[in-house]
């Protein structure tokens, strides 16, 4: 499909949503959201720690990436749930900038200790949308979260395939049923 005729689909589910009338959130949406938007505050924080912690360029650039995602999603979140009257979580405050080469070698994560902690917590970013979205009634709520869910998934594809290059990436040994010839991939 052209560029063209999916900005159409994306512009008439849209107008859909926007005239639908808003009923209440019930119980699960608001949890869902609540807990989302807590992981990406934390992962947020956890990732600028990151940042703080490594010289690699490439890694620095992934991480950096990864904050704005959950800044961008964070804003959105919170400003839906103060219009929806929903406290928001208590959160960690950002951290400052500081120099990666200070930091004490007993408390410094390697490179890929850090690659694999985001990896994770994308992880489960992806699962806590993917899990909202079959709760999910209100469709400016699925909206939201759908797109949040399809940045977590662009991200982390690209993400993975970084980790594979840099030999970073913790894959589980090939599963072989009795049996079968070994192939040994």
């Known amino acids: 499909m052209s560029p063209d005729v999916l900005e159409a689909i994306k512009n008439v589910v849209h107008s859909l949503i926007d005239e639908e009338p808003k009923s209440p959130l019930h119980v699960g949406e608001v949890m869902s959201c ?16 990151g940042i703080n912690s490594t010289t690699d360029p490439e890694l620095r650039k992934a991480l950096h990436e990864a904050v704005e995602m959950f800044k961008s999603q964070k804003e959105k979140l919170t400003e839906f749930l103060r219009l929806e009257g929903v406290p928001l979580p208590p959160t960690s405050e950002s951290k400052p900038i500081s120099d990666p080469n200070s930091v004490p070698l007993g408390v410094k994560l390697t490179d890929k200790e850090l690659a694999n902690s985001l990896k994770k917590k994308i992880s489960m ?17 699925g909206m939201m979260l759908s797109k949040f869910l399809q940045e977590h998934i662009t991200f982390l594809t690209t993400f993975k395939s970084q980790m594979r290059k840099r030999g970073w990436l913790k894959v589980p040994p090939p599963y072989n049923p009795a049996g079968s010839p070994n192939t040994g991939r």
């Open 125 to 141: 970013a992806i699962t806590n949308c993917a899990n909202a979205l079959a709760q999910i009634i209100r469709n400016d709520v």
């Open 34 to 49: 609540w807990l989302f938007l807590a992981l990406c505050v934390e992962t947020q924080v956890q990732t600028e720690a």
